[in-house]
């Protein structure tokens, strides 16, 4: 009889990179559950913890000589990872928004949308030209980057679950405005990378028409018509009994995944899709229990996928990217958070019917975080950027998230009590 050949090798493989990649991951998931279950009686946001332990992760890599994922050569890794957490970040945050679609109510985020997100992109751009050295295309698409205020991160000081007795308008401003303005800073991002890739001014009339107008309009009309079917069907499914309770609070995942798709299918803004969704599936029936089920179960996603983007952005951290930025990149990341935001905000709520203390915590609260990833991600997957002006733009938009994790994590929770 023929004998078998060995199909294994029997002996030890100590330092096996997917056992260890399981081991660190297993430990980052407990230290997620315990940061999740201790969340609002600590004086920091488990972002903090998130972004500790990728970097605790990329000194163990260096330690064992194990190549880190690269930004670069692994672009579109990061930028999908990054898109799936913000998709399930926004519609969750859209399920719980109590107000009425009004120009009363609204004012203040179409500001924050209108003056502010594009004010920020305009000065981030200048001071890319002429403090950093680079080329227009690339000083756009870094200002454009940076501009988003993130839904992941600012759930801390956002809108409440649907359900809540109370919808403070700092509140409110903040979670619309870093919900909507992932979307609405698209048509930047392809600003900057046509002024990159194609120079001139041909495309601009195109550009206007397809990536501005096509692209908002298309995308709030199939979410608003989207996001009002699927709650038509959740709850009829759910009433007929066809839809396991157990698993109902996890609907709102093939919601996000079908809409978004398809709204990226027909050349339109998925993330403003997804808003859009998620605001009309909880007026199918506003006080549905069921709006409550569907949010807890995306926020949980939402959790996870805050934990994967942040490990991942801590454990490619390494000395040449912290350099890559240089001194003027460096400055940028105060310029903007302590400087840029809070003056265009305070400005432009000169006269709001907020308080003075209001006014300050909206002004304050630009978080940064996985939108900016995921548009440094997508500029440099098109490769019309030069090898200097990636290391440039993306290790500058990193710094800027860690550091926005910082400082915000560490003064949400004790600005909220004072707030409240």
Not at 204 to 222: F, P, S
Not at 263 to 287: I, K, Q
Not at 342 to 368: D, H, K, Q
Request: glycine letters at 12%; one cysteine or more; aromatic letters at 10%.
């Amino acid at each position: 009889m023929p004998t078998l050949p060995l199909a294994t090798d029997t002996g030890f493989n100590f330092a096996d990179e997917f056992a260890l990649g399981l081991l660190g991951f297993g430990l980052a998931l407990f230290a997620a559950i315990g940061a999740l279950s201790h969340e609002r009686e600590r004086a920091f946001s488990a972002s903090i913890i998130y972004l500790g332990l990728g970097i605790v992760t990329a000194l163990a890599l260096a330690l064992l000589e194990i190549d880190p994922i690269d930004p670069f050569k692994d672009a579109t890794l990061v930028e999908h990872l990054s898109e799936l957490a913000l998709i399930v970040a926004i519609f969750t945050t859209a399920l719980g928004i109590e107000r009425k679609l009004s120009w009363h109510g609204w004012r203040p985020v179409v500001g924050l949308l209108a003056v502010v997100m594009p004010l920020s992109i305009a000065a981030v751009a200048a001071f890319g030209v002429h403090a950093m050295g680079l080329s227009l295309g690339a000083a756009i698409i870094l200002g454009a980057a940076l501009a988003p205020t993130d839904p992941v991160l600012a759930g801390d000081v956002g809108v409440e679950p649907p359900g809540e007795d109370s919808e403070p308008e700092p509140n409110f401003n903040l979670g619309t405005e870093a919900s909507l303005n992932d979307g609405l800073a698209s048509p930047f991002v392809l600003l900057g990378i046509f002024v990159a890739g194609e120079g001139g001014t041909d495309w601009i009339a195109e550009w206007a028409l397809a990536d501005v107008l096509y692209g908002a309009l298309i995308a709030t009309g199939l979410g608003l018509l989207g996001g009002r079917l699927m709650g038509a069907l959740a709850i009829r499914l759910r009433d007929a009994q066809l839809l396991d309770q157990r698993l109902d609070i996890y609907f709102a995942i093939p919601t996000v995944l079908v809409l978004f798709g398809l709204t990226e299918v027909v050349g339109a803004y998925g993330f403003v899709a997804v808003f859009w969704a998620g605001f009309a599936f909880r007026r199918y029936e506003f006080d549905h229990e069921y709006n409550r089920h569907v949010h807890d179960g995306a926020e949980v996603v939402e959790k996870f996928g805050e934990l994967l983007v942040i490990l991942l952005l801590g454990s490619m951290v390494t000395l040449a990217g912290l350099e890559a930025p240089g001194v003027a990149g460096w400055l940028l990341v105060p310029l903007l958070l302590l400087v840029l935001r809070p003056g265009l905000v305070l400005g432009l709520f000169a006269r709001s019917r907020m308080s003075g203390r209001e006014r300050t915590f909206v002004a304050w609260f630009g978080v940064r975080g996985v939108a900016a990833l995921y548009y440094g991600a997508l500029a440099i997957g098109t490769g019309v950027l030069s090898a200097s002006e990636e290391k440039t733009v993306f290790w500058t938009i990193a710094v800027c998230v860690m550091v926005s994790l910082v400082v915000h994590g560490v003064t949400a929770a004790s600005l909220t009590r004072r707030l409240t």
